[in-house]
C-alpha cells in the first residue's frame, strides 16, 4: 500500500466533502460494454417543503464492513436492509448515505475508486426500488482535521442545505460514537446499531441501540407517520466513472 497522499494544508487546500450522488447531477449509463457513465447536469427546483431524511453511515451499518473497501464486487448488504431503506422511503424519508472514506487521504485507493464502489451500492439498491437522495463522502486523513471528517457536521450540513431537510424529523443510523455524535450535534435524533465494528466507541448515555438497521427503521417508522413517497429523478457522480464487467 502506498504512504499517505501528499494533500497540502495551505488555504486553498480543499476542505469540501465530496459528493457522489447529488440533486443537480444525473447520471446517464452509456451502451459501451465499459458500462461507462456520463455526467449530465439536471434541474432540482426550489421552494420544496422541507423533508424528513435518514442519514445513515455506510460500511458496518448498511453494507458489510470489510476495512477500506476498494473492490465495487465487494458490496455486500446486511440481510434485509435494502428492503427496510424501501419501507423508509415509502413512508417519505430521504435517504442520505454519510461516509468517511479516509482509505482516500491515506492513498490505500483514489476517488474514482471510491465512487465506483458508491455507485455498485446505489445500482443494487436500485435494483430493489431504493433510490439514495445522495451519498456524501469525506476522503481526507484523520490528521488532515477537516470539518467534514464525521463527527464534523459539513456533509450533514452540506445536505440539509442542499435536500432542504427537516431536521426535526430526521434521524442519523450508524454503527459507532462518530456517528451518534454527528447525529447528537446536529440536531438529529441517532440510532446505533450492533453491526460492523465491536468497538463502539465512548458512547452518550441514553442513545437508542438496536442490533440492525432493520431493526431501527422498524423503531422509527413506530415514532410518526410521513409523507408521500419519495421519489427521486436519478443519481449523480462527482466525475465520470468506469465499471469494467
Known amino acids: 500500500m502506498s504512504s499517505c497522499l501528499p494533500i497540502s494544508l495551505s488555504d ?23 458500462r461507462q457513465y456520463e455526467v449530465i447536469e439536471t434541474s432540482t427546483g426550489g421552494g420544496a417543503k422541507k423533508r ?11 453494507i458489510d464492513d470489510i476495512g477500506y473497501l476498494s473492490d465495487p464486487g465487494g458490496v455486500a448488504f446486511y440481510q434485509g436492509v435494502p428492503q427496510a431503506l424501501k419501507r423508509l422511503q415509502n413512508r417519505g424519508y430521504l435517504l442520505v448515505v454519510v461516509t468517511n472514506q479516509s482509505g482516500i487521504g491515506r492513498g490505500y485507493f483514489d476517488e474514482e475508486t471510491a465512487i465506483a464502489v458508491n455507485l455498485a451500492m446505489v445500482e443494487m439498491l436500485r435494483e430493489e426500488g431504493v433510490v439514495l437522495a445522495s ?20 456533509m450533514v450540513e ?6 432542504g431537510i427537516d431536521k426535526d424529523r430526521s434521524w442519523f443510523v450508524g454503527d459507532i460514537d462518530k456517528d451518534v455524535l454527528t447525529g447528537m450535534n446536529a440536531g438529529l435524533k441517532p440510532i446505533l446499531v450492533e453491526t460492523g465494528k465491536t468497538s463502539k ?6 442513545v437508542k441501540r438496536c442490533e440492525t438497521v432493520v431493526e431501527a427503521v422498524a ?14 429523478p436519478g443519481y449523480a457522480l462527482s466525475k465520470n466513472v468506469i465499471l469494467r464487467s
Open 52 to 62: 424528513p431524511a435518514i442519514f445513515l453511515d455506510r460500511d458496518g451499518t448498511i
Open 12 to 34: 486553498d487546500f480543499n476542505w469540501d466533502p465530496r459528493v457522489s450522488v447529488s440533486p443537480s447531477l444525473r447520471v446517464v449509463p452509456s451502451h459501451r460494454s465499459e
Open 201 to 206: 466507541g465512548d458512547l452518550p448515555e441514553g
Open 135 to 154: 451519498i456524501y463522502y469525506c476522503p481526507h486523513h484523520p490528521e488532515y482535521g477537516c470539518r467534514c471528517r464525521k463527527p464534523g457536521l459539513l
Open 219 to 232: 423503531f422509527i417508522l413506530d415514532q410518526e407517520p410521513v409523507g408521500e413517497p419519495h421519489q427521486a
Open 158 to 163: 452540506r445536505a440539509v442545505v442542499d435536500f
